[in-house]
Nanobody, 115 residues
Framework: QVQLVESGGGLVQGGGSLRLSCAAS????????MGWYRQAPGKQRELVAR???????NYADSVKGRFTISRDNNKNTVYLQMNSLKPEDTAVYFC?????????WGQGTQVTVSS
């Protein structure tokens, strides 16, 4: 089992910044990718950004150039730096870890961007 603890959500004005953190513990050996998904009201959960164990990243088109994902393997933590936030970024953000065939999710943290 992998436990994930997220932090860093909140309310911010449009154009502002937030940084999300997600610390993994438990069976953390052989973690493949770590990443962030989000789900807005009435919408499906979608990938925001993902980083592999080797450091390769991929982003949703809607956040490219504004969000940056990074990973501290010593701390087993993944970060999402979100800049130039827009009201359409408002959602619950979920940390995700893939380990082998298993997927683990954080409890979610609310990000609200006011216009």
């Amino acid at each position: 089992q992998v436990q994930l603890v997220e932090s860093g959500g909140g309310l911010v004005q449009g154009g502002g910044s937030l940084r999300l953190s997600c610390a993994a513990s438990g069976s953390i050996l052989s973690i493949n990718s770590m990443g962030w998904y989000r789900q807005a009201p009435g919408k499906q959960r979608e990938l925001v950004a993902r980083i592999s164990s080797g450091g390769s990243t991929n982003y949703a088109d809607s956040v490219k150039g504004r969000f940056t994902i990074s990973r501290d393997n010593n701390k087993n933590t993944v970060y999402l730096q979100m800049n130039s936030l827009k009201p359409e970024d408002t959602a619950v953000y979920f940390c995700h870890v893939a380990r082998g065939v298993y997927n683990y999710w954080g409890q979610g943290t609310q990000v609200t961007v006011s216009s």
